[in-house]
T-cell receptor, first 109, second 113 residues
Framework: EDKVVQSPLSLVVHEGDTVTLNCSYEVTNFRSLLWYKQEKKAPTFLFMLTSSGIEKKSGRLSSILDKKELFSILNITATQTGDSAVYLCADQGAQKLVFGQGTRLTINP | DGGITQSPKYLFRKEGQNVTLSCEQNLNHDAMYWYRQDPGQGLRLIYYSQIVNDFQKGDIAEGYSVSREKKESFPLTVTSAQKNPTAFYLC????????????FGPGTRLTVT
């Protein structure tokens, strides 16, 4: 059965810190790994990763995939209070996404 | 204005009643999905549909039913057989079931008492 595990489950840091969120996965017929940010309601798409070792970057956020070790990380540099959210990782197998339980990130001013 | 709409935002029902949650998309996406989210947990797949008039059970389909009569609409019925229906329900769509990101609606929070 496909499985996605995120760590840590909860993280509290100060504004300006750099954080690294982890996602490990086990999936048959791997196609891609996705990261989403969920604030109050709908998750919003951040990144889709399909190839190992190629970093995807958007502003202060970046993510990379290791298909050999079956994990991905999401980095956020110079954190701001607006980065406070639940970050969800999902792997895409044959026909559906399997989500991890999420990391709740809190940025204190 | 393209996107996914879900209605209502909040829904309250008495135990034993069936309730239908609406999901509409104007993105011309083929695939649509229903997820359930409980406090402190990730999303769990209830049902998904790859094409009109076809749908498959996800990981937690018991107590739920769906239909896909139109490409843009994928309503979810929470039946009285669902033991713990109180949750946040999210609808999503994607261009297909290949390597495509899913886009989410704003969600419906269902409370059953």
């Amino acid at each position: 059965e496909d499985k996605v595990v995120q760590s840590p489950l909860s993280l509290v840091v100060h504004e300006g810190d750099t954080v690294t969120l982890n996602c490990s996965y086990e999936v048959t017929n791997f196609r891609s790994l996705l990261w989403y940010k969920q604030e109050k309601k709908a998750p919003t798409f951040l990144f889709m990763l399909t190839s190992s070792g190629i970093e995807k970057k958007s502003g202060r956020l970046s993510s990379i995939l290791d298909k050999k070790e079956l994990f991905s990380i999401l980095n956020i540099t110079a954190t701001q209070t607006g980065d406070s959210a639940v970050y969800l990782c999902a792997d895409q197998g044959a026909q559906k996404l399997v989500f991890g339980q999420g990391t709740r990130l809190t940025i204190n001013p | 204005d393209g996107g996914i709409t879900q209605s209502p935002k909040y829904l309250f029902r008495k135990e034993g009643q069936n309730v239908t949650l609406s999901c509409e998309q104007n993105l011309n996406h083929d695939a649509m999905y229903w997820y359930r989210q409980d406090p402190g947990q990730g999303l769990r797949l209830i049902y998904y549909s790859q094409i009109v008039n076809d749908f498959q059970k996800g990981d937690i389909a018991e107590g739920y039913s769906v239909s896909r009569e139109k490409k843009e609409s994928f309503p979810l019925t929470v039946t009285s057989a669902q033991k713990n229906p109180t949750a946040f329900y999210l609808c999503a769509s994607s261009a297909g079931t290949g390597v495509y990101e899913q886009y989410f609606g704003p969600g419906t929070r269902l409370t059953v008492t």
